[in-house]
């Protein structure tokens, strides 16, 4: 096995962040065989340094530049993403009613690279399953009801790791992922619709898999951005016990005016049908049946139970930035349990998310060039699929 990633150094020249100043593109690019552009040079590929480099599991780096809101959630203070978001919403809006009006979805509009991160949401999503390890090792000696709150934990957990203002690249059609957890575990994802945009992933593990396909979804909603992953997720264990799930959804405020706030909302649900388990976890304040009383509790408060057969098991309660109890006893305490991230192989199959030169180039610092590819690669996709008949 090679020590690192193929094109991670220069072919020819000095720069080290530029792969060759003769050669169009690198040998894994979608754009293979474009003429060289000195206004958009292909990068070096990133290293496989860079891409496990340590990532801080303390509550305090998960939610920096944020701060907690009195009424709960989140306000994002984070100057530089304030900043390069500052002036474009407007524009942004504009596209997406134009985008609406001629019937397609916001999920593939084309935005300014500044808007963006560095990451893939192939990435990202994987960092939704951060508490698999710590939850979920040793599944075997659990019993049903155990296994059942186990995923519950791994799945509400997730939702408070590393919340980004940013957004990932949307994934191109037929993009991968190959990734693994220290315990062993590894991950498999791959974008195989883009209208809609569907990922389909598989996590093996010893004594379960989780495998399923989930949309990715988002709408302007008055001064919010409402979005997040429709689909099921599906816990399937060596005893023959399968627990599905589906995600809440994502709330950003002050898209257009006020404070950058940030939320979960709406449900979760899970559902073990062989055993007659299921639960439901509603997330915001607890509302009060009478009109004429308020709510009770915080923006980031949820609240549920389990129950088998219709039959009340136990209450679930607690805060997606805070912890989860089981009839009021702890179990997951955001101050005290740590994520546990995934790393990625060496070499994996050319399709790779990490070979996107957009990407690349967004992750090396130059955002200009970073447009300019990104630019490429977007009219290459309208290319692709207008050949294969579709009119968008």
Not at 8 to 18: A, E, F, L, S, Y
Not at 112 to 131: C, G, H, K, N, Q
Not at 147 to 158: C, E, P, R
């Amino acid at each position: 096995m090679e020590l690192d990633d193929p094109c991670t150094t220069p072919r020819d020249g000095q720069d080290p962040k530029v792969w060759s100043h003769q050669i169009g593109s690198p040998p894994f690019s979608l754009l293979l065989g474009a003429p060289f552009d000195p206004s958009s040079p292909p990068p070096t590929y990133l290293s496989i340094n860079y891409l496990n480099r340590d990532r801080p599991t303390n509550k305090a780096s998960q939610l920096a530049g944020y701060e907690l809101l009195p009424e709960g959630g989140l306000q994002c203070t984070d100057e530089r993403v304030l900043a390069n978001q500052g002036g474009v919403i407007m524009d942004v809006i504009a596209s997406v009613t134009a985008c609406l009006l001629k019937g397609k979805g916001i999920v593939g509009l084309s935005l300014p690279i500044r808007l963006f991160e560095p990451r893939s949401t192939l990435e990202r999503m994987l960092d939704r399953w951060a508490f698999m390890p710590v939850f979920l090792d040793g599944v075997e000696r659990f019993d049903i009801l155990e296994k059942f709150k186990k995923v519950i934990l791994v799945a509400v957990a997730g939702l408070y790791v590393a919340p980004s203002q940013e957004k990932p690249f949307n994934p191109l059609l037929g993009e991968t992922l190959q990734a693994y957890w220290p315990n062993g575990t590894e991950a498999f994802c791959e974008h195989t619709v883009h209208h809609p945009p569907i990922t389909n992933f598989q996590i093996r593990a010893e004594g379960f898999k989780i495998e399923g396909h989930l949309e990715l979804i988002g709408k302007f909603k008055k001064n919010s951005l409402v979005g997040g992953f429709s689909g099921k997720v599906n816990v399937i264990f060596d005893s023959g016990q399968v627990v599905s799930y589906t995600y809440p959804q994502f709330r950003a405020g002050g898209m257009i005016f006020g404070s950058r706030t940030v939320n979960w909302t709406h449900e979760m649900t899970f559902e073990d049908k062989k055993n007659g388990l299921t639960a439901t976890i509603s997330f915001g304040p607890k509302r009060k049946k009478s009109w004429f009383k308020k709510a009770i509790g915080k923006n980031d408060d949820f609240t549920g139970e389990i129950q088998c057969k219709g039959n009340k098991v136990c209450e679930i309660t607690g805060s997606w930035l805070e912890g989860l109890a089981f009839d009021g006893v702890k179990e997951w305490d955001s101050n005290v349990h740590l994520p546990v991230f995934h790393q990625f192989v060496v070499n994996p199959l050319p399709s790779d998310w990490r070979y996107r030169e957009d990407l690349v180039w967004l992750a090396k610092g130059n955002s200009e060039i970073a447009q300019k590819w990104k630019y490429k690669i977007e009219n290459r996709q309208r290319e692709d699929r207008k050949l294969r008949g579709h009119k968008h």
